[in-house]
């Protein structure tokens, strides 16, 4: 069965500093691939979609992410965090059919000003 | 706001009781999900329809758990004779029909329901 992992629960960054957070998959077929953000007391918003073409991908607020197949992995960055960066991320891969997702445990990003 | 819109924001009841959640999709959406969240984790999936079709159920969905979605619109999610083990907080997201080629059309999520039972 396909699962998602995303290896940091908790990260704790001062403004200005650079973002890396980790997401593995198991499936090794053809995969579409995406993170969610939920900012506090919002609902969970799209950041950023891999569905095919450059492996490298470009979301909002100046997120991007790489997909590496040989590594399974499709990991989030960004140069420079801001304090409004402060949210919980969540990589996410579809199974089957019907468009449902499985979602990783999050990441919990916290941005000191 | 045209959103995916949930009520209650918020249900404490106590142990036993039924509860039903409601969602509104987004109106030009045809599929509907519900998830359910607990503090640490990510979202684990519950069921999805198809129009009023309900098309999967996950494993997690006791027997306790009830969904419809009877005219295609709006969907329910009741959980009967609850326990301290449902609270937690219940996501509905809805999505366009899948469009051609590859792809999944991403899902647009609800602020949710958080169930407390105490």
């Known amino acids: 069965a396909q699962s998602v992992s995303q290896h940091n629960h908790h990260v704790i960054l001062s403004e200005a500093a650079s973002l890396e957070l980790g997401c593995n998959y198991s499936?090794?077929?053809?995969?579409?691939l995406f993170w969610y953000v939920q900012y506090p007391g919002q609902h969970l918003q799209l950041l950023l979609k891999y569905f095919s073409g450059d492996p490298l991908v470009k979301g909002i607020k100046g997120f991007e992410a790489e997909f590496i197949k040989s590594k399974f992995s499709f990991n989030l960055r960004k140069p420079s965090v801001q304090w409004s960066d402060t949210a919980e991320y969540f990589c996410?891969?579809?199974?089957?059919?019907?468009?449902?997702?499985?979602f990783g445990q999050g990441t919990e990003l916290s941005v000191k000003p | 706001d045209t959103g995916v819109s949930q009520d209650p924001r918020h249900k404490i009841t106590k142990r036993g009781q039924n509860v039903t959640f409601r969602c509104d999709p987004i109106?030009?959406?045809?599929?509907l999900y519900w998830y359910r969240q607990t503090l640490g984790q990510g979202p684990e999936f519950l069921t999805y329809f198809q129009n009023e079709a309900q098309l999967e159920k996950s494993r997690l969905l006791s027997d306790r758990f009830s969904a419809e979605r009877p005219k295609g619109s709006f969907s329910t999610l009741e959980i009967q004779r609850t326990e301290q083990g449902d609270s937690a907080m219940y996501l509905c997201?809805?999505?366009?029909?899948?469009?051609?080629?590859?792809?999944?059309?991403?899902?647009?999520f609800g602020n949710g329901t958080r169930l407390t039972v105490t």
């Open positions: 997201a809805s999505s366009p029909r899948d469009r051609p080629g590859p792809g999944n059309s991403p899902l647009h």
């Open positions: 109106s030009e959406h045809n599929r």
């Open positions: 996410a891969v579809p199974y089957n059919q019907g468009g449902k997702l499985i």
């Open positions: 499936y090794g077929g053809t995969v579409n």
